[in-house]
T-cell receptor, first 110, second 114 residues
Framework: GENVEQHPSTLSVQEGDSAVIKCTYS??????FPWYKQELGKGPQLIID???NVGEKKDQRIAVTLNKTAKHFSLHITETQPEDSAVYFC?????????WGAGTKLIIKP | EPEVTQTPSHQVTQMGQEVILRCVPI?????FYWYRQILGQKVEFLVS????????KSEIFDDQFSVERPDGSNFTLKIRSTKLEDSAMYFC????????????FGDGTRLSIL
């Protein structure tokens, strides 16, 4: 079945700098890749998603890139702000199930 | 903005007891899901539900689990005889179309089995 690996587990960046989180997946049939942000005590919130027919998608300070050949996708956050501090999860849709990465705790240092 | 609501926010239950977790999905959504997140671990898919029947389920979703949409608004997860290892956050989600569409999550129910 599908397996999603996510790195790093913790990422600490200076406010205003960029953050990059990377994920790899194993099932070449996966075709939908969402990213979720989870704040303490809250459910996951969808922040951006990408489909397998697209290589890159951007929404203001957030962008996602997908390399189908290498089976990896990445989340890029530019000009980080304190409110970006949270746990971020990548996921891949395989056999109509969302398979999740282990999460990245993003810490924004003032 | 419409949201998924879950009740209760925290449920404490004795091992072996039955528990029902409740969810109200977004009103015009057609697909409903339950996920589990054990403390500090990744989110795990349990089950998806469409047109009043289970469409997909994971290996975790064994005979102790069941789902139901008892009326036009609620979506429930029942665990028949809880075990210690059922302690986790349980998230409900819904989407307008299938699993390859944006899924919107509730804030979860923390289930503690004593």
């Amino acid at each position: 079945g599908e397996n999603v690996e996510q790195h790093p587990s913790t990422l600490s960046v200076q406010e205003g700098d960029s953050a990059v989180i990377k994920c790899t997946y194993s099932d070449s049939a996966s075709n939908y890749f969402p990213w979720y942000k989870q704040e303490l005590g809250k459910g996951p919130q969808l922040i951006i998603d990408i489909r397998s027919n697209v290589g890159e998608k951007k929404d203001q300070r957030i962008a996602v890139t997908l390399n189908k050949t290498a089976k990896h996708f990445s989340l890029h956050i530019t000009e980080t702000q304190p409110e970006d501090s949270a746990v971020y999860f990548c996921a891949a849709s395989s056999n109509y199930q969302l398979i999740w990465g282990a999460g990245t705790k993003l810490i924004i240092k003032p | 903005e419409p949201e998924v609501t879950q009740t209760p926010s925290h449920q404490v239950t004795q091992m072996g007891q039955e528990v029902i977790l409740r969810c109200v999905p977004i009103s015009n959504h057609l697909y409903f899901y339950w996920y589990r997140q054990i403390l500090g671990q990744k989110v795990e898919f349990l089950v998806s539900f469409y047109n009043n029947e289970i469409s997909e389920k994971s290996e975790i979703f064994d005979d102790q689990f069941s789902v139901e949409r008892p009326d036009g608004s609620n979506f429930t997860l029942k665990i028949r005889s809880t075990k210690l290892e059922d302690s986790a956050m349980y998230f409900c989600a819904s989407s307008l179309e299938g699993p390859n569409q944006p899924q919107h999550f509730g804030d979860g129910t923390r289930l503690s089995i004593l």
